[in-house]
């Protein structure tokens, strides 16, 4: 996580909606299909008034082209390493453990700025900061299998400026960890954010480069391999600068690595513009990242994964990362990552900080945050692959994405940010269906404010809040009318719905 620095600025996208070409392109391969669109762009939305409530009328085309992929565990966590000391992760917490199960299995990463204040202690007791001990490892493999995880687990690096760690001391702490995690090692990171050590004072500002860095990785890398062969290793686990480090590294260190990490955040979480609003608006500097690090991946041949994300750095932005707009936007930003050719992401959190999406304190659940159900309806949604689709809602603030797999057949999210007017949704497929039904993320305020972005709590999934210990009782799933190769799905204002057809 980035203590001051921000990410590298790109320049921005004019939108991350479909243009006009693109729909109409859509548009067009639905029409040979035999499906064609009731609304066209320029007349999408209209008002119009449903059961005396007024509404706006909306469309959605879904079409056959692939845009993507979703795998399992695309969606995972990261938590700073100093928790393994905590022992936050032990088999025996049971709340934790379920929380995790209702989104995985999937991928924990630990690592963070705690990482570089972490020494492997062979003959230490366990349970002292700044010290990891095999006892303390063994209890975050107990807890792996207690979920069903597995684990990216980031060694010091830049401890070598002080001597404090080395290479044959990481060596030796992996080996020791891959023999307890075994089958839940997933690879090994090593450092965290390297591009920033000059910065933050590790090494001197003049001379710390990428070629300083590569050179430093390599040592470590190799003693790793040569102590634990075959184990994974990832890299550069980069805070922002694409161009300047991890593209350079990609190519640099190719056939050394098996997965490009990177991290990113939207802003600075003490930025007064860091707001709920701004959050739930397209970051076009996210898709001109993503394009440049799938460049990156491809080139060097392996899948890219943010290592660590979320909304705003230095813990995020009160009244937004702990808010509901965090729940709408992760559902956004982890189909953009998706789209844009990233093997899955991992959102950083853990204490009480405002973007963890699981609040703990002392070791215990103290908080389900509104982002953790915008995880976990996308994993409610499943893995697959991510088909075309185009939204015309006169410009609102409105998303949509489509999903198949042989298992699961066609699942469509449409996520309403626009914080005024309910839509009146017509889905058109380039299929004809017979069922379709639907489980929506809302938020109850209380009175007759309506659902708000900045609340902090009334989140609900299908109706039911989800408890501590990831315990969830949803009402049923709501059934939509199917008419041949449409679906019509009231998407209320500041909502989102899973919605399945068969």
Known sequence: MPPEAPPEALPLLPSDRPDPSRRQTLALALAA?????????????????????????????????????????????????????ERLFTAANADLVGLFRRLGPSLLRLGGNTVERQVWTAGGRGGVPGQIAPADVDALAGFLKACGWRCLYGVNLAGAATNATSPVLAAEEVKYVARALGT????????????????????????WNAAAFEALWRRYRDAIVAATPGVTVTGPSTAGSVQRWTA??????????????????????LDPTSTAARLVTPDGALGQMLAALKQAGTAAGTPVRLSECNSFYNGGAHGASNAYASALWGIDFLFSCAQGGLSGVNFHGGGQ?????????????????????????????????????????????????????????????????????????????????????????????PGATGPSLTATSDVRLQGAAIGPDGSWTPDAAEALTVADSQVKVRLPRLSAMLVTVS
């Open 184 to 207: 839940s090692l997933a690879g090994i990171e090593i450092g965290n954010e390297p591009d920033l050590y000059g910065d933050i004072g590790y090494f001197p500002r003049s001379t």
């Open 33 to 85: 299909a035999g499906v064609v669109l009731a609304d066209t762009p320029s007349s999408a939305a209209t008002a119009a008034t449903v059961a005396g409530s007024p509404v706006v009328q909306a469309s959605v085309a879904v079409g056959p082209a692939p845009v993507g992929v979703v795998g399992g565990g695309f969606a995972g966590l990261s938590y700073e390493k100093a928790t393994v000391t």
């Open 248 to 269: 350079p590294f990609a190519s640099a260190e190719k056939g050394q690595f098996e997965w490009l990490t990177h991290h990113y955040y939207r802003a600075n979480g």
């Open 353 to 445: 900080s405002a973007y963890t999406p699981i609040a703990d304190h002392d070791n215990a659940v103290v908080g389900v945050r509104p982002l953790y159900y915008g995880l976990a309806l996308f994993h409610l949604m499943g893995p697959g692959t991510l088909r075309q689709t185009a939204v015309y809602a006169g410009g609102r603030n409105v998303s949509a994405y489509a999903i198949t797999s042989a298992s699961r057949g066609l699942r469509v999210v449409l996520v309403n940010k626009d914080p005024t007017e309910d839509l009146e949704v017509t889905v058109y497929l380039h299929r004809s269906a017979t069922r379709a039904s639907a489980v929506a993320l809302t938020q109850l305020s």
